[in-house]
C-alpha cells in the first residue's frame, strides 16, 4: 500500500518528518478524514485555518505592453447583438471610436433571421444615418444566413441579396468613410462613432439575432529618421 504521508524531508535527526495528521510547527498536515491539506493549530498553538476555505478574488486585467508601449499596436473588436424581443421598434447601438484611431471594418452577420418582415437594419454615423450600409431587411429578402454586411469588402456585398446595401461612405473605387476632417479613408482624426440602428415595424416576435462587429486599432508611433 502507497504511503499516504506527506513529508518535507529529513529532520535533523535523519528521519523523514510526518505531516499526517499531526501538524509541525507551522500547522500544516493532511487531515486522515477527509485527506484535505490543512493549516491547522500548529504545535506554538497558533490557529490556522483550512487552505481550501479560502476564496479567491476575481482579477481585474490591464491593457498588455506590447514592445514597450501600453494600449498601441493593437486591434481592438466591440460587438453589439440586437435580439428581436416582441416589443421594441427600434435597436440602437454605438461604437465610440477614440481619436487617432484608424477604423479597419464594420460588420453585420446574421445568425437567426427576424421574425417581423419589416425588421431592418442601418448603419451610419451622426453625420448619415445610412452612410455605411442602407436598410437592409433582416427576415427573408436582403441579408439572410450565410450572408454579412462588410464594409471593408463592398464588392463582397453588394448583389448577391437583393441590390447593393453600401452607403456613400463605402464604394468599389476604395473610398471608405466620411472623408471630411474626422474621417479620412478610415483614419479618425477625432472621436468618432459608428451607429446601428434595427427598425422593426410590427415587434412580434422574440426569434431574430444579429451581431454588428466594429473594428479598429491605434498604431504604436515610429518616427522616421529625417536627412
Not at 57 to 84: I, M, R
Not at 116 to 140: C, E, K, P, Y
Not at 175 to 197: D, E, L, M, W
Not at 199 to 208: D, E, I, K, L, N
Request: glycine share 12%.
Amino acid at each position: 500500500m502507497p504511503n499516504k504521508n506527506i513529508v518535507r524531508g529529513p529532520a535533523a535527526g535523519g528521519a523523514p518528518v510526518d505531516f499526517f495528521n499531526a501538524p509541525n510547527a507551522n500547522g500544516v498536515y493532511v487531515d486522515g478524514s477527509t485527506g484535505q491539506l490543512v493549516l491547522g493549530t500548529s504545535t506554538s498553538g497558533v490557529a490556522k485555518k483550512n487552505i481550501l476555505d479560502d476564496t479567491i478574488a476575481g482579477q481585474s486585467l490591464v491593457s498588455p505592453v506590447v514592445t514597450g508601449n501600453a494600449g498601441t499596436g493593437l486591434v481592438v473588436c466591440k460587438q453589439a447583438l440586437f435580439t428581436e424581443d416582441a416589443t421594441s421598434l427600434t435597436h440602437t447601438a454605438t461604437f465610440t471610436i477614440p481619436a487617432g484611431a484608424l477604423l479597419l471594418d464594420i460588420l453585420v452577420v446574421p445568425v437567426v433571421l427576424w421574425t417581423d418582415s419589416s425588421a431592418a437594419i442601418t448603419v451610419g454615423d451622426a453625420n448619415s444615418a445610412t452612410g455605411w450600409f442602407q436598410s437592409t431587411n433582416l427576415a427573408a429578402t436582403d441579408l439572410v444566413l450565410g450572408e454579412r454586411l462588410q464594409a471593408s469588402q463592398a464588392v463582397a456585398t453588394d448583389g448577391s441579396y437583393g441590390g447593393a446595401k453600401e452607403g456613400a461612405y463605402v464604394t468599389t473605387a476604395g473610398r471608405f468613410g466620411q472623408q471630411s476632417t474626422n474621417v479620412i479613408g478610415g483614419f479618425c482624426g477625432t472621436a468618432y462613432s459608428v451607429i446601428g440602428v434595427v427598425t422593426v415595424t410590427t415587434p412580434s416576435g422574440t426569434a431574430g439575432r444579429t451581431y454588428m462587429y466594429v473594428l479598429w486599432m491605434i498604431g504604436q508611433s515610429v518616427t522616421p529618421v529625417l536627412a
